[in-house]
């Protein structure tokens, strides 16, 4: 519907648009700080990789972008120079939401 329509925050959240909704404009900005320092603790490979995928699959139709998509994981992952030794590396602690 466009400029016709608008989504609650909980229509967003219901309908997966988005993950989380905060309350105020301060625990936003803390949340996007802790969602940030999540990411940048990754290998900066890793995260490249994710991010060049994201960008080249917003210009190919989904069939081509689910084709092209296994190049990004061997590019944070050159064979024989693992940045990440996954047996020993820290388990996430999940969390609910």
Not at 27 to 49: D, M, N, T, Y
Not at 70 to 84: D, F, H, M, S
């Amino acid at each position: 519907m466009g400029n016709d329509e608008r989504m609650s925050a909980q229509t967003t959240l219901r309908i997966s648009l988005v993950t989380e909704i905060v309350q105020t404009r301060e625990e936003l900005v803390a949340r996007a700080h802790e969602i940030a320092s999540i990411i940048a603790a990754k290998p900066a490979a890793a995260i490249q990789g994710s991010v060049r995928a994201i960008w080249e699959a917003l210009d190919m139709p989904r069939h081509a972008a689910t084709a092209n998509a296994l190049k990004y994981t061997q590019l944070g992952n050159p064979i024989g120079r693992a940045e990440v030794d996954r047996w020993s590396a820290s388990k996430a602690k999940w969390r609910l939401r």
